[in-house]
């Protein structure tokens, strides 16, 4: 189609690189090739989020690999901006010199 799309992520391991390479690898791919992409770009982003943990967990005990990682991504369709995060990775938006909260970050003590 004609609609300008951007995809950016940021990993960050935990116990090792394994689990954010494999994100970085693989979580792109399952954004770019779910079938509500298009449609629904932050359905996209959710659901290509849990494939890719249950992805990686299915390597992970295969191979006995004991690392995680949090991430950050933002899909910028049209002038529309999708953020998904998982994990204490946060991501900061900067509209004329000012910060915009996107998201409340994951910690341990929120409910």
């Given at each position: 189609d004609d609609v300008d799309r951007a995809y950016f992520a940021v990993f960050d391991g935990h116990g090792g690189v394994d689990?954010?390479?494999?994100?970085?690898t693989h979580l792109h791919v399952n954004v770019?090739?779910?079938?509500e992409v298009v449609k629904?770009?932050?359905e996209a982003?959710?659901?290509?989020?849990?494939?890719?943990?249950?992805?990686?967990?299915?390597?992970a005990k295969r191979e006995k690999l004991r690392s995680g990682t949090t991430g950050v991504s933002a899909l910028i369709v049209g002038n529309k901006l999708h953020i998904a995060?998982?994990?204490?990775?946060?991501v900061m938006l900067v509209q004329q010199g000012?910060?915009?909260?996107?998201m409340e970050p994951h910690k341990?003590?929120?409910e």
């Open positions: 689990a954010a390479n494999y994100s970085a770019g090739l779910h079938e629904n770009p932050a982003l959710k659901c290509s989020f849990q494939k890719t943990d249950e992805m990686f967990l299915f390597k995060w998982l994990g204490d990775s946060q000012k910060a915009v909260t996107l341990p003590e929120r």
